[in-house]
């Protein structure tokens, strides 16, 4: 792929994401060099859970949304993968098909390397395993951390955290205020968190009260990140 096919920005943030900046300039060219620039308007399915994997990504704009069904059959929001990370690499190393549902959040553009060129870039550089590994080895600290945080912290404190990590992916700022650029409805909100939309609406009206966040339609706005690091440090 020739790189330039990218907008400034999207260009930006896959060479100063922080896992893929760390590598080689020589594995960096060599992936940029086997990947396809894919663009998808919002709500596009990218992958859905069962089907075979092929694809390793990096997303260079907007987000993807990875869910799950529930036994209710409600669709359940898991996680956003940002600008900057790359994600697909798990299923394409066992070979088992995929786990989840992945579509578009907003206008996004993806780098895509299919299996076959995942598959040679592993076998001509070496690097690559182990920049993965350490890849791999961060997900699952940053589960555990999930998983801690939801069993020994209240609501507030994994609201004010959550969103103090939006604002640090989607921020941007303006003047003394940061606003997140990613929508996220409340019910979006509270399934990140494993919380009721009720229960989240009225901890965002408690931050608001108190001068941390101002809300807006399908928008958060971080008035004062110190009094959110004081109630995510609960």
């Keep these: ?30 992936i940029l060099a086997r990947a396809a620039m894919r663009r998808l308007s919002d709500g596009a399915m990218l992958a859905s859970r069962g089907t075979p994997a092929d694809q390793w ?34 299923a394409l ?29 592993l076998a ?12 791999n080895c961060r997900r699952l600290r940053l589960l555990f951390d999930v998983v801690e945080d939801l069993n020994t912290r209240p609501l507030s404190s994994r609201l004010a955290k959550q969103i103090l990590l939006l604002a640090r992916s989607y921020g941007v700022a303006q003047g003394e205020e940061i606003r997140i650029g990613l929508q996220l409805a ?13 229960r989240v609406n009225q901890e965002l009206k408690g931050f608001e009260r108190d001068g941390a966040v101002r809300i807006e339609p399908t928008r958060l706005v971080v008035l004062s990140k110190d009094k959110l690091l004081a109630v995510a440090d609960r």
């Design 57 to 90: 990504c990096g997303v260079a704009k907007g987000a993807v949304r990875v869910s799950s069904v529930s036994l209710s059959g409600k669709q359940i929001t898991l996680t956003y993968v940002e600008p900057g990370t790359w994600f697909g690499d798990i």
């Design 124 to 135: 001509q550089h070496t690097e690559l395993y182990e920049a993965l590994l350490r890849l």
């Design 186 to 198: 409340q019910e979006d909100l509270a399934q990140l968190l494993g919380a009721s939309r009720q």
């Design 1 to 30: 792929m020739n790189i330039e096919a990218l907008t400034d920005l999207e260009r930006t943030s896959i060479e100063a994401g922080s896992w893929f900046s760390r590598l080689s300039a020589g594995l960096r060219q060599a």
């Design 93 to 121: 190393f066992d070979g088992l098909p995929r786990t989840h549902d992945a579509n578009a959040h907003g206008e996004t553009t993806l780098l895509v390397v299919h299996k076959g060129d995942f598959k040679d870039l």
